[in-house]
């Protein structure tokens, strides 16, 4: 895994050229996506399911995040599960859904507040957005935690937002 570290800059040009860099891995991700095998979303979400799980959540989505859930809703291609959003769903399945894992971990495990479950490496360790870590453009970075005796410990970061972190998946998938 590369390992990223979520980092701000100051001025007005930085801050455009941060939000220009960061959009682009996400659009890439997007559009390269497709090419990966067994490729599946779930169509958009709601923006009223948006701002239900936003609520539920107690975070206000980024761009990226937001752009996401509201053209795809959840994204999978082979070995890998990008986490959607169900405000509604009462299955009890927590899996793939960030709104009802995030809730689920909270309660049983008290899961940070401002991180959101995106992806689970199956091995105990699980990718989240953290809210709490936003950069200049206002995306959360991607660590990687796991939850032991000791609570939830971050093992590190590992993309600068969500767009970045999608790509390395997808490029990873294209690559074998």
């Known amino acids: 895994m590369v390992q990223f570290v979520c980092m701000t800059r100051s001025g007005a040009s930085e801050v455009m050229d941060v939000f220009i860099m960061s959009y682009q891995n996400y659009k890439e991700a997007m559009e390269l996506a497709p090419k990966c095998k067994f490729y599946t979303t779930v169509g958009g979400k709601s923006r009223d399911e948006i701002k239900k799980s936003e609520e539920l959540l107690g975070v206000t989505f980024s761009k990226q995040c937001r752009e996401f859930y509201e053209q795809y809703g959840y994204l999978s291609f082979v070995g890998n599960e990008i986490f959607g ?54 995306e959360p970075c991607v660590i990687v935690a796991k939850f032991n005796d000791m609570g939830y410990q971050i093992e590190e970061t590992i993309a600068e937002d969500f767009g970045e972190f999608i790509l390395q998946l997808v490029k990873e998938q294209l690559a074998d």
């Open 85 to 138: 959003i169900d405000p509604d769903d009462d299955s009890g399945e927590i899996e793939g859904n960030s709104v009802a894992y995030a809730l689920n971990d909270r309660k049983e495990y008290g899961l940070p507040d401002k991180w959101i479950p995106l992806y689970n490496f199956d091995d105990g360790i699980m990718a989240y957005l953290d809210y709490s870590s936003l950069n200049d453009v206002g």
